[in-house]
């Protein structure tokens, strides 16, 4: 079966810190990847997706950079943390298996203060 | 921009009673799905509709599809206090490409025992 892991649960970073959260996924190849941000109280922003090594499309302009250094390996990084940056950011994968089906890691907080 | 957008935006009832969520969406759609987060935890997919089906059911779950008035509904039957948890409703492009799985704000049901 396939498993999604993310890594840390829980990030305190002072602004203009670095930040680096990875995502790996166990028990499929080739998955598509995403990462998401959750804003307090409000619905899930796509930020980046990539189909395969070293194809990473950003969705919206912002602080943040994502890399895929191996096929089941995400990376969400930033050189300099702003407090805006805060929030709950989740990785997902999906295969063309189980269609459009999105399956979610349990997430990171980050907060920048 | 998001594509669906649920209704009500928070829902409170009593335990047993049955629970009705809307969804409504803009453009046309391959598919619907339906997602369910526990606070401060990753999205678990709940059931997916296709644009060429009606209704479907999962358990407690009923899952109806209007592509005339584009709307969806989720009804959860027989609630019970761990149903309490965030909804949302996701519709990928119509050409089926995961990369632009647009989710809604969500909606915040909390059942009391």
């Known amino acids: 079966s396939q498993t999604i892991h993310q890594w840390p649960a829980t990030l305190v970073q002072p602004v203009g810190s670095p930040l680096s959260l990875e995502c790996t996924v166990e028990?499929?190849?080739?998955?598509?990847l995403y990462w998401y941000r959750q804003a307090a109280g409000r619905g899930l922003q796509l930020l980046f997706y990539?189909?395969?090594?070293?194809?990473i499309s950003s969705e919206v302009p912002q602080n943040l950079s994502a890399s895929r250094p191996q096929d089941r390996q995400f990376i969400l990084s930033s050189k300099k943390l702003l407090l805006s940056d805060s929030g709950f950011y989740l990785c997902a994968w999906s295969g063309s298996r189980q269609g459009n089906t999105i399956y979610f890691g349990e997430g990171s907080w980050l907060t920048v203060v | 921009s998001q594509q669906g957008e649920e209704d009500p935006q928070a829902l409170s009832i009593q335990e047993g009673e049955n629970a009705t969520m809307n969804c409504s969406y803009k453009t046309s759609i391959n598919n619907l799905q339906w997602y369910r987060q526990n606070s401060g935890r990753g999205l678990v997919h709940l059931i997916l509709i296709r644009s060429n089906e009606r209704e479907k059911h999962s358990g407690r779950l009923r899952v109806t599809l209007d592509t005339s008035k584009k709307s969806s509904s989720l009804l959860i039957t027989a609630s019970r206090a761990a149903d309490t948890a965030s909804y949302f409703c996701?519709?990928?492009?119509?050409?089926?490409?995961?990369?632009?799985?647009?989710f809604g704000k969500g909606i915040t049901l909390s059942v009391r025992p």
């Open positions: 996701a519709t990928p492009p119509w050409t089926g490409a995961n990369s632009k799985l647009t």
């Open positions: 028990g499929t190849s080739n998955p598509n």
């Open positions: 990539s189909v395969g090594i070293g194809q």
